[in-house]
């Protein structure tokens, strides 16, 4: 017997049409969000706004003056089940390294700001903590495995190009942290937040709920457009980029912002497809083949 | 050309229609709060509807004019003066150069807007001068307002329209003290229990402190949500959900106490459960309340918000010709 599958259609008011892929996080629904997205993009409609695929959903905004909204919903739910049928699940992508100074006094210093009330563990910091809950023998383990295998791109949001990023393991070997207990009112620009099973960059500093591992080297956005891979547009990552994260020391970080600062700094990165078969298969192995693109940069 | 900035106000930012198109990135639609009021404005000092105008929140700037200026002042009301005398508000008012404009105490609402002939020049950023602070884009600088900011007025305009010296007390926007706010139930309001449903429509919510241009929070009686297993990747409380997008206008119940209506600045996604979106006809009088409004939510079908959608345009059709 094969087994129904559809989103679920409903509507954000009259100028939204929110699809959910699935009520739970995988990699098969980000996939099927964004290529819907993609597809819906590529009809070039008019009266379409905005297309925000998400982690295991897709938020589309519509204009109903233009727009009739069951002709949208029709339009989609076709695209879904063309996404569905399609047997290779292929994005043309790029995996990117962005390095990060993880256990940094930046974050810390705003961790033991929020403790009390806000957190659920009130010694050590956020790694200690996000260490523990998983079940790893301390702080090094937990950056180890948050480092060592790459992250998708799942959805960008929430703030001005803020990535949300889902780790390409077995769901047994996801990472999952809860979120602060009481979201703080300060998180430093570039850190490294971790909530659910999604880590995320902060890309300005403001209020925040996710554990704070640690801060990246380089911008993510940049709206005076100074460094090279800002020159197109002020937000660096899309949905469907790959990242790896590369632990640096505090000299590193230093240099790293010294390039940044002298406008000379570059993302190093590589074009790859990625096989979202192949790495439901095989993901350790399908990791390697990422990162040997990338080191052949 | 233009105005200095003597004092700035307590968060005063330059708007306009907003900047579509970009919430995919994260980055908001901005633009007036209180869109039917700034348009009312920019009609006044005939203008077309997408001059870039003043949004004063609570206490407004003191200005003083550098060149002559048709202005008009719309929105909350507000004591008007020029020069230490009282002006009208919902009119067209000619300031010269050296005038000093600066606002009383506000009686009603949060918002109230200073449109200005030729509009605010500062530079359009993806296509709209609308201040984003949290992404430092739009307005001056990419910030609110500051004292010895001087702004520059745009070149003058012809809208092809009759000059409107005043608008007529039926076509002022109400600032009530009680609001009906409808609103369409979706999105996850499948995860309200069926008393927690009903609490939603039939409580009685009062408007906090706590809103701004990104969300309005409300206290009242809570609501309650299905026991469920949470799914993979959601959060352990009933409230949260994987992150999503949220639509502009969306409630959510964070812990299931006090719903939050997201605004036109709102985060773009997040991880909280939204059971209904307020339509687009009623976003601008959820801009109008202020702290202790007390508001229902009035459940509406798609037609129905359509049909409220279109009788906004007609009205506006009305006054721009």
């Known amino acids: 017997m094969t087994k129904t599958v559809e989103a679920r259609y409903t509507w954000g008011g009259d100028e939204f049409l929110f699809v959910e892929i699935t009520e739970g996080m995988s990699l098969e629904s980000n996939f099927i969000s964004n290529s819907i997205a993609n597809a819906l993009e590529s009809k070039n409609l008019s009266g379409l706004v905005d297309i925000c695929p998400a982690n295991a959903s897709l938020l589309i905004r519509f204009n109903p003056d233009v727009m009739n909204y069951q002709e949208l919903e029709k339009t989609v739910r076709a695209l879904e089940q063309d996404v569905r049928a399609s047997a290779r699940q292929i994005l043309n992508t790029r995996i990117i390294e962005i390095p990060v100074w993880y256990n940094d006094p930046y974050t810390n210093e705003t961790g033991s700001r929020f403790r009390e009330g806000y957190h659920q563990r009130p010694d050590g910091n956020d790694l200690d903590y996000a260490a523990e809950v998983n079940g790893l023998a301390d702080a090094a383990e937990f950056i180890k495995r948050h480092h060592e295998s790459p992250w998708l791109v799942s959805m960008v949001g929430f703030v001005a190009g803020l990535p949300f990023l889902y780790q390409l393991v077995d769901q047994q070997h996801q990472l999952q942290v809860p979120k602060y207990l009481s979201p703080r009112t300060d998180t430093p620009a570039l850190t490294i937040g971790h909530g659910g099973c999604f880590s995320c960059i902060y890309s300005v500093r403001g209020a925040g709920g996710y554990q704070m591992f640690g801060v990246a080297a380089a911008p993510i956005y940049d709206p005076t457009q100074n460094l090279k891979d800002f020159k197109d547009f002020m937000v660096f990552f899309k949905p469907g980029d790959i990242v790896k994260f590369t632990p640096v020391d505090e000299p590193e970080y230093r240099r790293i912002q010294k390039e940044v600062d002298a406008g000379t700094f570059v993302y190093r990165q590589a074009p790859i497809q990625f096989d979202v078969g192949a790495v439901l298969a095989d993901p350790e192995g399908y990791n390697k083949t990422m990162m040997e693109a990338l080191n052949g940069i | ?321």
Request: hydrophobic residues 35%.
């Open chain 2, 1 to 321: 050309m233009g105005f200095d900035i003597i004092e700035p106000g307590l968060s005063t930012t330059v708007q306009d229609q907003g900047r579509i198109g970009y919430y995919r990135y994260g980055i908001p639609q901005g633009g007036s709060m209180d869109q039917y009021s700034a348009s009312l404005g920019n009609r006044l000092v005939g203008n077309t509807h997408k001059e870039a105008v003043l949004e004063c929140t609570y206490i407004g700037p003191r200005i003083t004019m550098t060149s002559d200026a048709t202005i008009a002042v719309t929105g909350a009301p507000v004591d008007v003066f020029v020069n230490g005398d009282s002006v009208p508000q919902y009119e067209r008012l000619s300031l010269k150069s050296g005038d000093e404009l600066k606002f009383g105490v506000i009686k009603g609402g949060t918002k109230y807007f200073i449109a200005v002939h030729g509009g605010l020049d500062v530079p359009e950023v993806l296509g709209s001068r609308s201040t984003y602070p949290i992404g430092s884009i739009g307005g001056v600088n990419g910030r609110a307002i500051a004292a010895g900011d001087s702004i520059s007025i745009g070149k003058k305009i012809d809208n092809g329209l009759p000059v409107l010296q005043s608008i007529p007390e039926a076509d002022r926007p109400v600032f009530s003290p009680t609001v009906n706010v409808r609103v369409m139930l979706g999105l996850y309001n499948h995860n309200l229990s069926d008393k927690g449903l009903k609490k939603f429509l039939d409580g009685e919510w009062t408007l906090t402190p706590i809103a701004d241009r990104m969300g309005l929070r409300y206290s009242g009686p809570g609501v309650e949500w299905k026991k469920r297993e949470q799914p993979f990747g959601a959060g352990q409380d009933p409230s949260n959900i994987v992150d999503a997008g949220y639509a502009v206008g969306s409630i959510q119940i964070p812990g299931g106490t006090q719903p939050i209506i997201l605004h036109r600045d709102a985060v773009s996604g997040g991880g909280y459960a939204m059971v209904a979106t307020v339509i687009s006809a009623d976003m601008d009088l959820v801009a109008r309340s202020s702290p202790g409004t007390k508001t229902r939510f009035v459940s509406v079908t798609m037609d129905e918000a359509l049909e409220a959608r279109r009788e906004m345009t007609a009205r506006d059709a009305r006054i721009w010709s």
